[in-house]
């Protein structure tokens, strides 16, 4: 296992570890964590599209306020998916834990397979990275096929298994998405908060995408 690969899982573990611990503790720190943590991804946001935009106030402008709106429901999503029951904490963990799943397959069927890649705005990435994420991320709902009696875990099902799916690849759109103004901007990461893995932005970008999206379909009733 080389040392990308075990920084990747480290740092997926102890976001994870971490999210879980506040996500549990209390439904109000918890709320006050994401909102920090929306803050920070915001000074990430502002900060390294200012090599790009500085030149046109104007645009630079309407990137920051496309930051301010879009990071503001992304904690809006979090804090209506976490609600105030266990059995909501639940549901937003098995969220993030497909998001986990999912960044770490691609790093491992990419790395370990490569091929073709998967576009020009990320060139690491590859279709086979692409394909490792959608299927690792069906590791927690099949785990959670196990516990079929506990009535807050969601059905492993045909419905459900497309939700999984979907949320790896809004993940993957996500991680896209930051890179792809990674590249505009001429930066490796989006900060340093986090030392050798960047910064909160290069970790978290395929969950701000997933987190909206497993809102907007739970609202809609659509797991079963």
Known sequence: MNNELQKRIFTSITLLTGIVFLTFVDPVVFQISVFLIMI???LEWSKFNEYYFKKNPLKYFLIKLFGVIYLTFVAYSAYHLRGSSFEEAIFFIFILSICASS????????KSIGGKKLTKISPKKTVSGSIGSFITSL?????CSFFDNLNFIIDFNFVNIFFVLLI?????VGDIFISYFKRLNKVKDTGSILPGHGGFLDRIDGMIVAIPVAYIFDSLNFIV
């Open 40 to 42: 920070i991804c915001y």
């Open 103 to 110: 960044d770490v397959g691609g790093y491992v069927f990419g």
């Open 139 to 143: 590791i927690p709902i099949i785990f």
């Open 168 to 172: 790896s690849f809004f993940c993957q």
